[in-house]
């Protein structure tokens, strides 16, 4: 079991067992990390975890909590992970993502203006500070509507950004469960920006690929 499954686990037992209760503050980080027998660092991965599925009420300032736990609260956030594991189209989104990604940054390697290759660059450099899992995210998005964009099709730019909207909450989950997803996918951004800056079309054609099966690589494993 990873760490940080192994954490939320451990949180999960806490609040079956009758420690925590809904509406029940955690106990501080050190002293439940110590508790539990975990590092910090993977505690906090699974409180990202478990607030993301409504589990867990991260109040900044305050504290975190534990959620009412009511079923209709529950429901909607949990239903993504169901569909996640049984739902294929959610890796068919991805393979149409693949093939049309790598077209669009082939296209921007050929037509980007030098201002929006600065942009694009200051936009990956910008988000290496981040450690909100839904502000990479939001960054991952914003990284891939600006090279749609920079492809200079319209009709192109329009799907690309209706598939994206329906892969979000897979992206999420991706980041917060897989180890350095977080690193690889801002690593691969920077490769993508320089094979654009370079104006090879067919080596950031390749990279793209490779990120976005990336993702969809976890995909698979998760279904299997």
Do not use: C
């Amino acid at each position: 079991m990873a760490v940080t499954d192994e954490a939320i686990a451990r949180i999960r037992e806490m609040i079956m067992q009758g420690e925590l209760r809904p509406g029940d503050r955690l106990p501080p980080e050190n002293e439940l990390s110590e508790r539990l027998g975990l590092s910090r660092n993977s505690l906090r991965e699974a409180v990202k975890a478990l607030e993301l599925i409504r589990v867990l009420d991260v109040r900044r300032g305050d504290g975190t909590y534990v959620t009412s736990l009511e079923p209709g609260l529950l429901l909607e956030a949990v239903q993504f992970v169901v569909d996640l594991h049984q739902d294929q189209s959610v890796l068919e989104l991805f393979e149409v993502r693949r093939i049309l990604e790598a077209s669009a940054a082939g296209l921007a390697a050929q037509r980007i203006s030098v201002e929006a290759i600065a942009e694009l660059r200051s936009s990956v450099s910008g988000a290496d500070g981040f450690d909100n899992v839904s502000d990479l995210v939001a960054h991952d998005l914003d990284f891939h509507r600006r090279i749609a964009e920079a492809s200079e099709n319209d009709y192109l730019s329009t799907l690309l950004d209706a598939l994206s909207s329906k892969t979000v909450r897979a992206r999420l989950w991706r980041g917060i469960t897989e180890e350095n997803a977080v690193t690889r996918t801002l690593s691969e951004h920077a490769g993508i920006v320089d094979a654009i800056e370079a104006r090879d079309t067919e080596l950031a054609r390749a990279l793209t690929t490779a990120h976005i099966a990336g993702i969809e690589g976890w995909i698979r494993r998760s279904l299997g």
